[in-house]
């Protein structure tokens, strides 16, 4: 019977949890023994073999580390936590054969199902939030106001300094549970936090997430974490999460209704309205300072209302048209001062085109600053809701570009971009690890794709102006041609 357990929740598993892989650990290794040991090879289902060797799904392996050069704005050595990653905490954890994945292996790689993985999944569609149907877009609402509230059924967050973890005379180390969606905000402020040094003594330069080639496949997979939580949670495996198409121009901002994500509180217009599902929801990870002086991570503490007093435009439409014809991916310094780089492009230090000036804001940096407040922040961004729509439309614009690029591993810098970055460094603080390599695919292959039309649309929009222009240049010369004859013959008529 308890071979049959272990097929039936297997089978579960796999059906509902195409990804497997979040972050931070999962709570099934943040014991005294693991932490120790440093191994991360949970038993299959709970009750198998160690990554579900014996049954041929998976192994325990020595974890790989990317050992070429990164770029020089981060100069420490053996400092943070997050360097070679996940080093500091586990160096051995499950490697899954085949097209099984997860922790244990007891579920499937993405874009798979089935108790072998042998059936390819149907992808699930990301639409425009705005085309959604009212009871598809409640539906949605309804799940990730819930996982506000819902503790993660799978993994664990460190509460302290990884010197921290097991106080001592203790043998409970330092791990909290944590909601699904506090999980997601908390594992973009650990990606973003500064180097813990002491009082006054954070070193800020440094970012596994923003200003570096990793920008868009660590969002990738960040989002991939939070859609497989939601599938699970809703019990829906084709649940997918959609987008917001923020380049619209303009200062007014077509989402933020309290039937979606939330309008302006008419007596405080930096919050939200009290009729909006999210008004009630508090944020975590925002106190960076307090953090970085006590040597603390953040521990989920509720610490007040999402805060967005819009202000400035959004981006135009013509900006997402310009940025897709940018040609290369990346170049160097693969940085936020990189030039005709369609990441640094897209991610909004540079002009849409490609061209570097500094100070200016654009396509997904501008969306954030437009949301002012909370979804301004970057440790704290994730709060607000509306941060998973601007990056699924980021994600778009992404795939959009690898389509039109037939990108391949080629186009991603392999060494010299920030710590993190990297083409094989593993994307922190993702568990097991997975690398940029991992995320720098077509979506179809992760499961997922997009009900969107991007470039080709405003290409056809701006042709047929651009047509009818060259029509009555055309049709002007014409004119004017045959004006001239007839001026011409009349005088000779006249002289006759």
């Given at each position: 019977s308890v071979n049959v357990n272990i097929v039936v929740c297997v089978f579960v598993i796999a059906m509902l949890s195409p990804l497997l892989v979040s972050a931070q650990f999962p709570r099934v290794c943040a014991t005294f023994e693991s932490i120790?040991?440093?191994?991360?090879?949970?038993?299959?289902?709970?009750?198998?073999?160690?990554?579900?060797?014996?049954?041929?799904?998976?192994?325990?392996?020595?974890?790989?580390?990317?050992?070429?050069?990164?770029?020089?704005?981060?100069?420490?050595?053996?400092?943070?936590?997050?360097?070679?990653?996940?080093?500091?905490?586990?160096?051995?954890?499950?490697?899954?054969?085949?097209?099984?994945?997860?922790?244990?292996?007891?579920?499937?790689?993405?874009?798979?199902?089935?108790?072998?993985?042998?059936?390819?999944?149907?992808?699930?569609?990301?639409?425009?939030?705005?085309?959604?149907?009212?009871?598809?877009?409640?539906?949605?609402?309804?799940?990730?106001?819930?996982?506000?509230?819902?503790?993660?059924?799978?993994?664990?967050?460190?509460?302290?300094?990884?010197?921290?973890?097991?106080?001592?005379?203790?043998?409970?180390?330092?791990?909290?549970?944590?909601t699904i969606y506090d999980l997601f905000v908390w594992v973009h402020y650990y990606s973003v936090r500064d180097t813990l040094l002491g009082p006054g003594q954070a070193y800020t330069a440094i970012d596994f997430s923003h200003e570096g080639p990793?920008?868009?496949?660590?969002?990738?997979?960040?989002?991939?974490?939070?859609?497989?939580?939601?599938?699970?949670?809703?019990?829906?495996?084709?649940?997918?999460?959609?987008?917001?198409?923020?380049?619209?121009?303009?200062?007014?901002?077509?989402?933020?209704?309290?039937?979606?994500?939330?309008?302006?509180?008419?007596?405080?217009?930096?919050?939200?309205?009290?009729?909006?599902?999210?008004?009630?929801?508090?944020?975590?990870?925002?106190?960076?300072?307090?953090?970085?002086?006590?040597?603390?991570?953040?521990?989920?503490?509720?610490?007040?209302?999402?805060?967005?007093?819009?202000?400035?435009?959004?981006?135009?439409?013509?900006?997402?048209?310009?940025?897709?014809?940018?040609?290369?991916?990346?170049?160097?310094?693969?940085?936020?001062?990189?030039?005709?780089?369609?990441?640094?492009?897209?991610e909004g230090y540079s002009e849409p085109s490609g061209e570097f000036d500094e100070g200016v804001r654009t396509l997904h940096n501008l969306a954030h600053l437009f949301l002012n407040g909370t979804g301004g922040m970057t440790h704290a961004s994730?709060?607000?809701?509306?941060?998973?729509?601007?990056?699924?439309?980021?994600?778009?614009?992404?795939?959009?570009?690898?389509?039109?690029?037939?990108?391949?591993?080629?186009?991603?810098?392999?060494?010299?971009?920030?710590?993190?970055?990297?083409?094989?460094?593993?994307?922190?603080?993702?568990?097991?690890?997975?690398?940029?390599?991992?995320?720098?695919?077509?979506?179809?292959?992760?499961?997922?794709?997009?009900?969107?039309?991007?470039?080709?649309?405003?290409?056809?929009?701006?042709?047929?102006?651009?047509?009818?222009?060259?029509?009555?240049?055309?049709?002007?010369?014409?004119?004017?041609?045959?004006?001239?004859?007839?001026?011409?013959?009349?005088?000779?008529?006249?002289?006759?």
């Amino acid at each position: 019977s308890v071979n049959v357990n272990i097929v039936v929740c297997v089978f579960v598993i796999a059906m509902l949890s195409p990804l497997l892989v979040s972050a931070q650990f999962p709570r099934v290794c943040a014991t005294f023994e693991s932490i120790v040991s440093h191994e991360c090879c949970p038993l299959l289902g709970g009750t198998g073999s160690p990554c579900g060797e014996a049954e041929g799904r998976g192994s325990c392996v020595d974890i790989t580390i990317d050992d070429l050069p990164h770029g020089q704005q981060y100069v420490l050595v053996g400092i943070d936590d997050r360097e070679r990653w996940p080093e500091r905490f586990f160096n051995r954890s499950c490697v899954c054969n085949g097209n099984f994945g997860g922790f244990d292996c007891s579920g499937c790689k993405p874009g798979w199902q089935g108790d072998n993985c042998l059936t390819r999944r149907p992808p699930a569609i990301r639409q425009n939030i705005m085309n959604m149907t009212q009871e598809d877009r409640e539906f949605f609402l309804d799940v990730l106001d819930r996982s506000k509230t819902a503790v993660h059924p799978d993994y664990v967050v460190a509460q302290d300094h990884y010197r921290n973890l097991i106080p001592e005379n203790t043998t409970e180390p330092n791990f909290v549970n944590i909601t699904i969606y506090d999980l997601f905000v908390w594992v973009h402020y650990y990606s973003v936090r500064d180097t813990l040094l002491g009082p006054g003594q954070a070193y800020t330069a440094i970012d596994f997430s923003h200003e570096g080639p990793a920008f868009l496949t660590w969002h990738r997979m960040h989002l991939l974490g939070l859609e497989n939580d939601l599938q699970v949670l809703s019990g829906d495996p084709t649940f997918a999460l959609p987008y917001w198409d923020f380049a619209i121009g303009g200062s007014e901002c077509d989402v933020c209704t309290d039937e979606i994500v939330g309008g302006q509180n008419p007596e405080d217009q930096t919050l939200l309205g009290p009729n909006s599902r999210f008004a009630d929801w508090e944020v975590v990870c925002l106190s960076l300072d307090w953090f970085n002086d006590n040597i603390k991570l953040c521990n989920g503490t509720y610490e007040g209302n999402i805060d967005r007093p819009a202000v400035q435009s959004l981006p135009e439409p013509t900006d997402v048209a310009n940025c897709l014809q940018v040609e290369e991916y990346d170049t160097f310094p693969f940085f936020s001062d990189s030039a005709s780089s369609f990441r640094n492009a897209l991610e909004g230090y540079s002009e849409p085109s490609g061209e570097f000036d500094e100070g200016v804001r654009t396509l997904h940096n501008l969306a954030h600053l437009f949301l002012n407040g909370t979804g301004g922040m970057t440790h704290a961004s994730a709060n607000d809701p509306i941060f998973v729509l601007i990056h699924t439309f980021t994600d778009a614009i992404f795939e959009e570009w690898m389509k039109r690029s037939n990108a391949t591993a080629a186009d991603y810098p392999e060494e010299d971009a920030p710590i993190g970055h990297n083409l094989d460094f593993n994307m922190v603080p993702f568990f097991p690890p997975i690398t940029n390599r991992d995320m720098f695919i077509p979506s179809d292959q992760l499961g997922y794709s997009y009900a969107v039309d991007l470039p080709e649309s405003l290409a056809n929009e701006d042709a047929p102006s651009f047509i009818w222009a060259i029509v009555g240049v055309f049709g002007f010369v014409i004119l004017a041609a045959l004006v001239i004859v007839l001026v011409n013959t009349v005088k000779r008529h006249r002289q006759r």
